[in-house]
């Protein structure tokens, strides 16, 4: 198997990360057009307990994420080849995100079941979550300690 290019794995980890928050944004948008447009939106209902899902789901998802991805990144710094750190760190990202993502998907389903606007607030926390992690040669080089020069490899 032929070694990959670290500059163009550093890409398509970026890729992945800013498709995930774009996708999510874009269902985030429609959403809200929709609930807009309906004259039965209120911000809250507390009789419906819908609305609560989402707030559960992220006070546990949103630690376990980091958590996990922390757990991951640690394997990742034992590893000795660059492909091989920069493999578990996008296997890691990706976990990180998707939990991520669920608790914003779980947020936005749960806003246009109940027609009610407060779970975009919990959408709002995971998407600055989720761009605050983007991945760059710096946060890659920081997280997994790199030497200076994998730094450069990377395109930093």
């Known amino acids: 198997m032929e070694a990959q290019n670290p500059t163009l794995m550093l890409k398509t980890i970026k890729t992945i ?9 874009l269902f985030a948008s ?7 447009t309906n004259p039965e ?3 809250f209902a507390p009789e ?5 899902i989402p707030t559960l789901a992220g006070i546990f ?3 376990t994420s980091l958590v996990l991805f922390n757990k991951q990144i640690g394997q990742a710094k034992d ?3 660059l492909g091989s750190k920069l493999t578990s760190f996008q296997t890691a990202h990706i976990v990180k995100m998707a939990m991520l993502e669920g608790v914003g998907m779980f947020s936005i389903v749960a806003c246009l079941v109940t ?4 779970n975009f607030f919990i959408f709002a926390l995971v998407i600055i979550l989720m761009a605050g992690s983007a991945p760059t040669a710096f946060k890659l080089g920081d997280k997994l300690s790199l030497s200076r020069s994998e730094v450069q490899q990377l395109g930093g």
């Not at 429609?30 to 807009?36: I, M």
């Not at 419906?48 to 609560?52: E, L, Q, V, W």
């Open 17 to 25: 990360h800013w498709a995930l928050v774009g996708g999510l944004s």
């Open 61 to 63: 998802l949103i630690p």
């Open 48 to 52: 419906n307990p819908i609305i609560f």
């Open 41 to 43: 939106t209120t911000f």
């Open 30 to 36: 429609v959403t809200a057009f929709q609930l807009g």
């Open 79 to 81: 590893k000795k080849e």
């Open 115 to 118: 027609f009610t606007t407060a």
